[in-house]
């Protein structure tokens, strides 16, 4: 059979809101453009919720949830495992709509979507390993008991960057702790989430379970759910000055949060690093995604004594990059967003340059359409330029140099961010102690990707609070409640 023409691919993704089982209108009947960022052009229409539709899909989700926290644990893993499933078995669509919608390269796309697809199947696993406990008070009498609950109903708000795994990595393990939930994409590529959102529902998720919103005014929508008791959880990714905002709102109901925000990750070379392993971790943690991926490479701190060597073979590395639209197959660095996240890369490396900074490739915008950018390398970069201290988002490589370890634990640490550092050494011990001194949340060691299903993902300090993802990523969603327990064998002892 052969592969769905694009239009034919986007005439089958739901173009409504998800709200009690139903696609619906939006209020008012408002919708709005989702465009291409390889071209500039329109994809599809969407639906734009006002705060009453929002409202409308967090009543749903709490009809929903007294029955969807008694369904078993195993019940809702199968679904999710389903899901899984369906997601694999239409990998290559998904893949092309992230393409369209968000502008990666495919290869990247099809990466995503098994990555996106392994939380489906993980939380499918944890949920039936949800697991209280029982015991015996240290005094030897009352019993303790603890249980785990689902929190409730659920706020997920995603970034535009990794369009399906940024959802599942929110709704599986919301869905398997047995809470409902209202997911709000970002609305520069919902459609993803859209037809992700109809794979579930045909894998078995109840009505009002998992109920979908778009919107082009996320902040007017968000106000009254945050400010409603029946909400009982914000998760939250995306950009740390709006992580702030969200998390002041939810300050006034005292609302539980998971905060997934912003990077500014150091990536270590050390003197007795491989240099040609350093290289290739470099090209993957600062080229995936184009650079627009919170983990991303934001400074590339390296040892003198493998400064030029390094920087030679990486600037060689990331000239061979093609630059085109996504769909193409020969593309290995799609567009960035849109026009504003282009003008902000620009800016930093003009920005740089003038404060002396020198550019070894890249460093121009392109002519003609879509939001082009050219993998770029900069030496002669500083700590005090605003290329270092801001997170880029784009594929650009500042390297700075460094002598000796404690100067680069220092300079790793000085960023208010904290989510993910990089070190390539050969020295076990050195490894080790870089791992317990960089102040990040995850820690690569020999590798330029960390993202992983299995692992517990998240940041220290301003990247964020909490985990998504391992054994932790459900916990995110439970209660823990304690039942204290007169000693049952009070009586039997007289007491
Ligand atoms: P963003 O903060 O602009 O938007 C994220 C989401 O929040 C979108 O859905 C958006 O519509 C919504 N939003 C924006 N303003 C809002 C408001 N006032 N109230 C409620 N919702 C609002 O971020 P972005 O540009 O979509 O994503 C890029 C950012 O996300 C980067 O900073 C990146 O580091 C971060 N990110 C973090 C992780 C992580 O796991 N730590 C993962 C991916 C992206």
């Given at each position: 059979m052969s592969a769905p023409t694009d239009e034919a691919l986007?005439?089958?993704?739901?173009?409504?809101?998800?709200?009690?089982?139903?696609?619906?209108?939006?209020?008012?009947?408002?919708?709005?453009?989702?465009?291409?960022?390889?071209?500039?052009?329109?994809?599809?229409?969407?639906?734009?919720?006002?705060?009453?539709?929002?409202l409308a899909a967090l009543a749903a989700a709490e009809r929903a949830q007294e029955e969807w926290a008694r369904t078993?644990?195993?019940?809702?893993?199968?679904?999710?495992?389903?899901?899984?499933?369906?997601?694999?078995?239409?990998?290559?669509?998904?893949?092309?709509?992230?393409?369209?919608?968000?502008?990666?390269?495919?290869?990247?796309?099809?990466?995503?979507?098994?990555?996106?697809?392994?939380?489906?199947?993980?939380?499918s696993e944890e949920a039936p390993r949800v697991a209280g406990r029982y015991a015996t008070a240290p005094d030897g009498a009352n019993r303790l008991m603890v249980q785990k609950r689902p929190v409730g109903p659920c706020l997920l708000?995603?970034?535009?960057?990794?369009?399906?795994?940024?959802?599942?990595?929110?709704?599986?393990?919301?869905?398997?702790?047995?809470?409902?939930?209202?997911?709000?994409?970002?609305?520069?590529?919902?459609?993803?989430?859209?037809l992700l959102t109809q794979v579930l529902v045909d894998a078995g998720l109840p009505p009002g379970v998992l109920n979908v919103v778009t919107t082009t005014d996320p902040a007017a929508l968000s106000g009254p759910l945050l400010s409603d008791h029946r909400l009982r959880k914000l998760s939250f990714t995306g950009s740390t000055p709006v992580g702030r905002r969200l998390m002041a709102a939810a300050a006034e109901r005292v609302l539980k949060v998971s905060m997934e925000l912003g990077g500014n990750?150091?990536?270590?070379?050390?003197?007795?690093?491989?240099?040609?392993?350093?290289?290739?971790?470099?090209?993957?943690?600062?080229?995936?995604?184009?650079?627009?991926?919170?983990?991303?490479?934001?400074?590339?701190?390296?040892?003198?004594?493998?400064?030029?060597?390094?920087?030679?073979?990486?600037?060689?590395?990331?000239?061979?990059?093609?630059?085109?639209?996504?769909?193409?197959?020969?593309?290995?660095?799609?567009?960035?967003?849109?026009?504003?996240?282009?003008?902000?890369?620009?800016?930093?490396?003009?920005?740089a340059v003038s404060a002396g900074a020198?550019?070894?490739?890249?460093?121009?915008?392109?002519?003609?359409?879509g939001y082009f950018y050219p993998p770029t390398v900069l030496t002669d970069v500083r700590a005090d330029m605003a290329i270092v201290q801001q997170e880029i988002f784009g594929p650009v490589a500042p390297?700075?140099?460094?002598?000796?370890?404690?100067?680069?634990?220092?300079?790793?640490?000085?960023?208010?961010f904290g989510l993910v550092s990089f070190v390539f050494t050969r020295d076990l011990d050195r490894a080790l102690r870089l791992s317990e001194r960089l102040e990040s949340g995850m820690v690569g060691i020999n590798t330029g990707v960390v993202s992983n299903p299995?692992?517990?993902?998240?940041?220290?300090?301003?990247?964020?609070?909490?985990?998504?993802?391992?054994?932790?990523?459900?916990?995110?969603?439970?209660?823990t409640v304690y039942v204290g327990i007169r000693d049952p064998f009070a009586t039997e002892r007289g007491r």
């Open positions: 986007l005439a089958g993704v739901p173009t409504g809101l998800h709200v009690d089982g139903a696609w619906r209108d939006a209020e008012g009947g408002r919708r709005f453009e989702v465009t291409d960022p390889a071209t500039g052009d329109g994809l599809a229409s969407v639906a734009d919720a006002s705060p009453a539709d929002g078993p644990a195993r019940a809702r893993g199968e679904i999710l495992r389903r899901g899984f499933e369906a997601v694999t078995a239409r990998s290559e669509e998904f893949a092309r709509l992230i393409t369209m919608e968000m502008g990666k390269p495919l290869a990247e796309s099809r990466a995503e979507v098994a990555y996106g697809a392994e939380f489906l199947r993980w939380f708000i995603t970034p535009w960057n990794f369009p399906i795994a940024m959802a599942t990595r929110k709704v599986a393990p919301a869905v398997a702790a047995g809470c409902t939930v209202v997911l709000k994409p970002a609305d520069l590529t919902p459609l993803t989430s859209l990750a150091p990536f270590l070379v050390c003197e007795d690093a491989d240099v040609d392993a350093a290289v290739e971790g470099a090209v993957v943690a600062k080229m995936r995604n184009g650079g627009e991926a919170c983990v991303a490479a934001n400074r590339i701190l390296v040892h003198r004594s493998v400064a030029e060597e390094f920087t030679e073979k990486l600037t060689a590395r990331l000239s061979g990059f093609v630059t085109g639209p996504g769909s193409e197959p020969a593309t290995t660095l799609g567009p960035l967003i849109d026009e504003r996240s282009r003008r902000k890369v620009a800016g930093l490396v003009d920005d020198r550019v070894l490739t890249g460093g121009r915008v392109p002519e003609g359409p390297v700075l140099v460094f002598d000796d370890e404690h100067e680069a634990v220092r300079s790793a640490n000085s960023s208010e299995a692992a517990p993902f998240g940041g220290v300090k301003a990247s964020g609070l909490g985990r998504e993802g391992g054994v932790e990523g459900i916990e995110e969603y439970l209660e």
